[in-house]
């Protein structure tokens, strides 16, 4: 038997917001900050992992 | 003023400098900047900045892997809470990415210009410069403009509002744009002025000169009794360590392998005290550039005119004249693999300029306010030239689009067909609900515009423009794109194919 994973509320509300962005419809206060959390969170550039640090 | 720009760090020096070039008009006017992690130390202590924030992303990321809502949320709203606790007079968000546009929308200010996430449903672009900021990679070889100059222009457009912004003070442009540097421990050796820095990383494959074109100019002027220092990210040490192991013994004697062995301020500290800096597009060229030390710089798949070194003298040794829409960084360049050592080692030794290739020198068009590129002959680059005619329509439409554009003549073809289909809906009235007929109309000569019009400028900031207007009044949408439009046909006329 199978066991589904449901992802977390942020992760849940990032991607609706993605999907509604790709269909240009509102996103809802929520919808936006949890998007901003995702990107801000898991967006990683080469760079960044360059000169990141300790 | 808030600046969000956070990375990458060879952004974030372009971004002060143009901050550096505001304050020269607005000595008085208090500058915070939003930076990443990676990029602290470039704004933490800089003395063109009132105050840094630094996006918490380590934190942030940390709670996202382990699915902590409740923290995640709370750690972000925080930040947000720090970031709005001020009213601004002008948010100036040069991200160019999502993240970016929201993070704008959270801000208090009176004006915001860039990216932004607007009444809860769409990306707008504020300001006639950014529009061609974002309107660049449809013409990237044709862009007549410096980042640093695009940047600051939308911020003192932004400012001034309508009047011209205050003439620029001296005292200001000659001031530092990084903290204050301090000597790395490992670079002891080293007498400032009398060694060659070469960074010959690169986060990307595409910026990076052939590792053994760098041992073949390591040792040329070693021979010629130059000292060379080589600096890098941590990660770039074995890219150091293969340049220096393919080098004969007495030119490895002459290397200071410092690859890994300082911070970012470290690397800018030996590159500042460098009696010349090469590298090809990197940080290392902004931050030398910004500290004032000379620079000779390999481009090859990146366009000079854009992100070349900022300031007066530095020189450019171009390999691709007609820089890719999107730079194709990802695959080593043909072009930089052509330049041979023996012809940079040539130009570095005994002044002798490269076969096949344009070299050119920075240069400050002052009577435009903006960096150009000129030959030995003084000549301008090509892309310079061309932009001339487009710096004056955008300074005007920015300033006063009703008074200051002269009128274009009568449109014709798919400009007319457009023209008549916007100024159809524009006047219905408000409400009014588009049947499929007009919208396919519409798109239709949208279309038709967009494939005589491919690599433009002024007609790619349109649809950049158009794209972020509300629809939900839709006649109220066409009324601002009609607008937009005959703004577009008047710049147009000003320099066609610009």
Excluded at chain 2, 29 to 46: F, H, I, K, M, T
Excluded at chain 2, 226 to 253: C, F, S, Y
Excluded at chain 2, 279 to 288: E, F, I, N, R
């Amino acid at each position: 038997m199978l066991a589904v994973m449901e992802p977390p509320e942020t992760a849940r509300l990032a991607q609706a917001a993605e999907e509604k962005l790709a269909k240009t419809l509102p996103l809802s206060r929520e919808e936006q900050l949890a998007l901003l959390a995702r990107l801000l969170a898991k967006q990683e550039t080469r760079k960044e992992r360059r000169y990141a640090g300790p | 003023m808030l600046v969000l720009l956070p990375h990458n760090p060879g952004d974030v020096v372009m971004a002060l400098q143009a901050i550096r070039r505001v304050k020269a008009s607005y000595p008085g006017l208090p500058v915070d900047y939003v930076a990443s992690e990676e990029c602290r130390s470039l704004v933490e202590g800089n003395p063109l900045l009132r105050q840094a924030f630094v996006i918490p992303r380590q934190a942030l990321r940390a709670r996202w892997d382990a699915g902590d809502d409740a923290g995640l949320k709370s750690r972000l709203e925080d930040f947000l809470a720090a970031l709005r606790a001020t009213r601004y007079v002008l948010s100036a968000n040069l991200y160019q990415e999502r993240a970016g546009g929201l993070l704008q929308s959270r801000v208090d200010a009176e004006r915001k210009i860039g990216l932004q996430f607007r009444d809860d449903e769409r990306f707008q672009i504020r300001s006639r410069w950014m529009e061609h900021l974002f309107a660049v990679p449809v013409d990237r070889g044709g862009n007549p403009f410096h980042a640093v100059d695009l940047y600051a222009r939308a911020m003192l457009r932004a400012l001034a509002g309508t009047a011209p912004p205050p003439p620029p003070t001296k005292a200001v442009l000659s001031a530092n744009v990084l903290p204050p540097l301090i000597r790395p421990e490992a670079a002891r050796a080293l007498v400032p002025g009398e060694y060659l820095a070469f960074h010959p990383g690169s986060a990307w494959p595409g910026k990076c000169w052939p590792e053994s074109h760098w041992t073949g100019l390591l040792t040329r002027c070693a021979r010629a009794g130059m000292k060379v220092a080589l600096t890098g990210a941590p990660e770039e040490r074995p890219l150091a360590e293969r340049i220096l192991a393919a080098a004969p013994p007495e030119a490895r004697a002459c290397a200071v392998d410092l690859c890994g062995a300082t911070s970012l301020l470290g690397s800018a500290w030996v590159h500042a005290h460098a009696r010349l800096s090469i590298t090809g597009d990197t940080v290392a060229m902004h931050l030398a550039a910004a500290s004032g030390a000379p620079v000779l710089a390999l481009f090859g798949p990146s366009n000079p005119v854009e992100t070349g070194p900022y300031g007066r003298g530095h020189v450019v040794i171009q390999t691709d004249p007609a820089p890719a829409p999107d730079l194709a960084l990802g695959r080593p360049h043909a072009g930089l693999s052509r330049l041979e050592s023996g012809e940079v080692a040539a130009w570095v030794l005994e002044g002798e300029l490269p076969a096949g290739f344009p070299v050119w020198e920075t240069f400050r068009d002052g009577e435009a306010d903006r960096q150009i590129l000129i030959d030995r002959h003084r000549w301008p680059h090509p892309a310079c030239v061309r932009g001339k005619a487009l710096a004056r329509a955008l300074d005007a439409s920015a300033e006063r689009p009703e008074a200051s554009l002269p009128d274009a003549p009568p449109a014709e073809g798919v400009r007319a067909d457009l023209g008549r289909i916007l100024e159809d809906g524009a006047n219905r009235p408000g409400g009014w609900t588009p049947d499929p007929a007009y919208l396919a109309r519409l798109r239709s000569a949208e279309d038709a515009l967009r494939e005589e019009t491919p690599a433009t400028l002024v007609w790619e900031a349109y649809r950049i423009a158009t794209n972020g207007l509300s629809a939900r009044d839709f006649s109220a949408h066409l009324r601002a794109r009609r607008e937009r439009f005959h703004l577009t046909l008047r710049e147009e006329a000003v320099r066609p194919g610009s």
